[in-house]
């Protein structure tokens, strides 16, 4: 029996906040005289905290100390200290991502276990991170499977991912969720109404109007819209006038033939499990009645519905486990002082993206770059692919200017590039890079399988500099 290591995830979403605690087995699995390959053999999710509403002061701040109280409720009704942990994740999702304090908040969490992954999750990530938790990757994965797609509908956004062969080949997010409008379910009075829905709303003749009475029939009107505007952005319908106000940042970049659709997030649960008529506002927002005009939109019935891994909690579950790798021993990296590097994300490029001998594989990079794109700039990631066998000396050198071409924009704003590579060519392809590139830190690591939504700590090097250790904080499936 291998080592067993215990992983926490936190998610703040804009309506809910979880905890859930996995429980990880690794061990050696290399030969006696083989380079060690620590990987993860079981894993078991043993605790799944409540579902708490996200705690707000007014509707632009975080109440921090509430929220620092339910994950500490949390780890004492799991019983795991926070020196218990090997490995985590704390994640904000959503509209939380846009409060005033939503990074103070980020750094009060990290203080409570190790060396947290702290990530304001981008629309692109967060439709990542809820599509694996989803279990819809793992989905796409089987032989025959096709395009897979996760809706993961929250509060207060709708992100959409798509999976073909287990990789994330697009995503795009909507403001559309339960928590759009909140009213008082005894008097049906409106408490607050989106900028955007309201705009629908009296776009389409429905009175809906903060301080004033609803009808329950124009917010069924009102859901049936959000669900159409939906498929429309899926492809599943042509694009009508509301539709492109409620992007969050970018369509699908692609036209996509669907061929199985999951549907996570708190929402879910109302389109898999029809909500009590008696009771249309169980949690005093529109959530339930958002969940039926999904169930019984017409444009949705055009796709088989597959069943999800989790629903609510598909975004804590992704948010995080961890495993401990070794790489390999074709390595490059420009100097042993940039080391340790923590809390890394992993752009995966994938086999297709590699097709007909790289022809389009900047053009690729780029687009895949942009999802790590924030308003202050890039976010640092490592970018990984399989790369060639045995290549020769013109490959390696043409790789390097595909490379400087896909990554022009990031390096502008990086001094740090990391390149993580199945196939033994990573000394190589990391030494022409530095010649390339003076002044810039490189670090090129061979033989680690990685996939994105993962991220990485890299370690200070190992056997006379020869190989790296590294932790891959990986995402759990439950079951």
């Not at 309506?15 to 996995?22: A, H, I, P, R």
Request: include cysteine; charged fraction near 20%; aromatic fraction near 6%.
């Amino acid at each position: 029996m291998g080592d067993i290591l215990l992983s926490v995830g936190i998610d703040l979403g804009t309506t809910t906040s979880q905890v859930v605690f996995s429980r990880l087995e690794v061990e050696n699995t290399a030969g006696a005289a083989s380079v060690p390959r620590i990987r993860i053999v079981g894993k078991e999710i043993f605790y799944r905290g409540g579902i708490h509403f996200t705690p707000l002061i007014g509707r632009s701040t975080i109440d921090a100390p509430a929220v620092r109280e339910i994950v500490e409720t949390e780890y004492a009704r799991a019983g795991v200290a926070p020196g218990d942990l090997a490995a985590g994740a704390v994640i904000i999702t959503g509209e939380t991502a846009r409060k005033e304090n939503s990074e103070a908040v980020l750094r009060t969490l990290s203080g409570l276990a190790g060396d947290f992954v702290v990530a304001t999750a981008g629309s692109d990530l967060e439709s990542i991170i809820a599509g694996r938790g989803a279990g819809t990757a793992e989905l796409s994965r089987a032989p025959g499977s096709g395009n897979l797609a996760n809706l993961d509908i929250g509060g207060g956004t709708t992100n959409m991912a798509v999976f073909v062969n287990g990789e994330p080949a697009d995503t795009s997010c909507l403001d559309i969720g339960g928590r759009q409008v909140i009213l008082d379910p005894a008097s049906l009075r409106l408490e607050y109404v989106a900028a955007k829905v309201a705009v629908l709303a009296s776009r389409h003749g429905l009175q809906l109007k903060e301080g004033g009475r609803a009808d329950p029939e124009d917010l069924r009107a009102l859901c049936a819209h959000l669900a159409l505007i939906t498929a429309q952005a899926m492809g599943l319908e042509p694009a009508g006038p509301d539709l492109e106000a409620f992007y969050t940042s970018h369509p699908l970049r692609r036209r996509w033939e669907f061929d199985g659709l999951t549907f996570s997030g708190g929402v879910a649960d109302f389109i898999y499990a029809p909500h009590n008529p008696e009771n249309p506002f169980p949690y005093g927002d529109i959530g339930a009645i958002l969940g039926e005009a999904f169930r019984t939109c017409p444009a949705f019935q055009k796709i088989r519905r597959l069943t999800p891994l989790e629903t609510i909690r598909a975004t804590v579950v992704g948010a995080g486990a961890n495993t401990m790798d070794i790489s390999g021993s074709t390595i490059a990296y420009s100097d042993p002082g940039i080391f340790p590097i923590k809390n890394i994300p992993i752009l995966k490029m994938s086999d297709g993206d590699q097709a007909e001998d790289f022809k389009y594989f900047a053009s690729r990079l780029a687009e895949k770059v942009s999802w790590y794109e924030t308003e202050d700039g890039y976010q640092q990631m490592a970018v990984a692919f399989r790369g060639i066998g045995n290549p020769g000396f013109d490959q390696i050198k043409r790789l390097t200017g595909i490379l400087l071409e896909g990554l022009a924009r990031f390096l502008i704003a990086h001094d740090l590039l990391i390149l993580i590579l199945d196939r033994d060519m990573s000394k190589a392809l990391g030494n022409s890079l530095m010649n390339a590139l003076p002044g810039k830190k490189i670090v090129a690591l061979d033989s680690v399988k990685v996939e994105n939504g993962d991220y990485i700590d890299i370690g200070a090097p190992l056997a006379n500099g020869r190989v790296i250790p590294l932790v891959i904080k990986t995402l759990v499936f439950g079951k």
